[in-house]
């Protein structure tokens, strides 16, 4: 059970191209968004649609497969866990940034040319 206490799957599409950069350290880091929808009716029979927006990041030579395969609206499944993490910014404010770190990933869809 100790592999089901931080788990997260998420199938959605990209809502923009992912961010890629290599670090001091030299390791490569991707970070992009995925749009989930969820659809569902109320008690009154109104159809509503629910899009919920996930940060993930993926590094290393999964950063690569993001990098070379996947762009705006590509639909992918993930398997990951949940990281929140904080900062202060240049103006002295602590933010706050919950992300998931891409463990796994599936890419869905028509093949892209």
């Known amino acids: 059970m100790n592999a089901l206490r931080n788990k997260v799957q998420l199938i959605g599409h990209l809502g923009n191209a992912p961010e890629v950069k290599n670090t001091d350290s ?4 991707a970070r992009f968004s995925v749009a989930t ?9 109104e159809k509503v649609k629910e899009t919920q927006w996930h940060n993930l990041v993926a590094w290393g030579k999964l ?21 929140n993490r904080n900062y202060t910014d240049k103006d002295g404010n602590k933010k706050y940034i ?4 891409v463990n796994e990933m599936l890419m869905l869809g028509p093949k892209s040319a």
């Open 98 to 101: 919950s992300e998931v770190q």
């Open 26 to 29: 030299g390791k490569k880091l």
């Open 63 to 83: 950063a690569d497969i993001v990098e070379k395969y996947l762009n705006k609206g590509s639909e992918v499944a993930i398997e990951g866990k949940l990281i």
């Open 37 to 45: 929808d969820e659809i569902y009716r109320t008690s009154s029979g």
